[in-house]
């Protein structure tokens, strides 16, 4: 059975819920290390006043037993404690009594660059609000939950997976960084940004050049792609192999199997070659401005300034720990689909046959 995660949530709502389906029996999970990843997503510099009054952390309401999957499908929850501010405006039945708390008017004024416009039209919604409670990146830390049981398949089978932000606002310095994001706040502006995470230990033979949806490249673009506010995504060396001629763009294979160079990013015709795996994903500058653009009152067709709302000043630290769980939990996807099992002990044991049948020609790399 493939590994599946099915997500619900509203930004605002009592809760958000990941089901991860397809996961074997036998792995132990921590919720400690479950928790670190869901703190290291609420922390960055930039990111809003939201954050302290959330202190995510994780339940588990089915799929486990003392620590241990059952080989059920897993239920992980992660509550909004800013539901309690929303009681009325977000209450999943008619409220009762008088509005009260935040979310009571609806919001008519779209924002740039957001959700907004797009999905009331889509779905037929009055109130902005119906499509922004979920089109909101807060349903990301459901996702870091299940990234984070991904993560510690993947460490049974030896691989590690890592974000870190490369680059804020241009800058690519540490200092550099923080003080554009100085500025922009002090604009009442925000910024984006490139995050890069490296898969280490992952064995060649990950996904397959079959079919275009089986490619590891293209999984791994959707996983990025599929994140709030992400528009490009890059593998290896990407964009800048469009301007190399082949003799310098492509990994000469030396004996033993060994490469001098991961131009490809550990990738190379849609199946993972045993190089480092290499993705970088480019996040746009977040739309909820405090300084709003111009957009259109939706309750009178007259022009307006867009919904200005508490948000973050930019969320690339986040990102990198979002795009981390997504790379996780697609390689671990990958692994499952070339090794199978109901039970860890039937992964591992298909692993050590894969990497012994292969051992004779390829040795993995101590990086
Ligand atoms: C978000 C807007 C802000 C962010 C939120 C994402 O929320 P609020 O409108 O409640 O201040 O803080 O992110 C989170 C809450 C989170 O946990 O990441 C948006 O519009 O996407």
């Known amino acids: 059975m493939a590994l599946g995660l099915t997500t619900a949530g509203e930004s605002h709502g009592p809760a958000l819920t990941a089901i991860v389906t397809g996961l074997p029996a036998g792995l132990r999970l921590e919720k400690d290390a479950i928790d670190a990843d869901l703190r290291r997503r609420q922390q960055g510099y930039g990111r809003s ?61 779209p924002r740039p660059g957001h959700a907004d416009l797009a999905g009331i039209l889509k779905y037929a919604h009055e109130d902005v609000r119906n499509a922004l409670e979920r089109a909101s990146a807060r349903h990301t830390a459901v996702h870091v939950a299940a990234g984070a049981v991904a993560k510690a398949l993947l460490r049974e089978l030896g691989i590690d997976v890592a974000g870190r932000p490369v680059e804020v606002g241009g800058e690519t310095s540490e200092e550099g960084m923080r003080a554009a994001t100085d500025a922009a706040r002090n604009d009442r502006d925000t910024l984006g940004g490139i995050v890069e995470v490296v898969a280490t230990g992952a064995p060649p033979g990950l996904g397959s050049y079959a079919e275009k949806g089986d490619r590891l490249d293209a999984r791994l673009a959707l996983a990025l792609m599929g994140i709030q506010a992400v528009k490009g995504v890059e593998i290896g060396d990407g964009f800048a192999l469009a301007r190399r001629r082949g003799t310098e763009a492509h990994d000469e294979i030396y004996p033993g199997l060994e490469r001098r160079t991961n131009h490809a990013g550990g990738i190379e015709g849609g199946v993972s070659n045993g190089e480092p795996i290499l993705v970088r994903a480019a996040m746009k500058p977040l739309p909820t401005l405090m300084r709003p653009l ?10 307006a300034k867009a919904l200005v709302e508490r948000s973050d000043v ?12 997504a790379i996780a939990f697609e390689l671990a996807r990958a692994a499952l689909d070339k090794l199978g099992g109901d039970a860890m002990v039937d992964v591992l044991a298909a692993r050590d046959a894969y990497l012994a049948r292969i051992g004779d020609t390829w040795h993995p790399h101590a990086s």
């Open 49 to 109: 006043p939201r954050q302290k009054l959330e202190s995510d952390e994780v339940e588990v309401l089915s799929g486990l037993r003392h620590g241990v999957t059952l080989g059920t499908p897993l239920t992980l929850v992660v509550r909004n404690r800013d539901h309690a501010n929303w009681t009325w405006g977000m209450s999943p039945w008619r409220p009762e009594g008088e509005p009260a708390g935040k979310g009571t008017k609806p919001v008519t004024l």
């Open 294 to 303: 111009d957009s259109v009152d939706l309750a009178t067709g007259e022009p």
């Open 314 to 325: 930019q969320a690339v630290e986040a990102l990198a720990v979002v795009a981390e769980a």
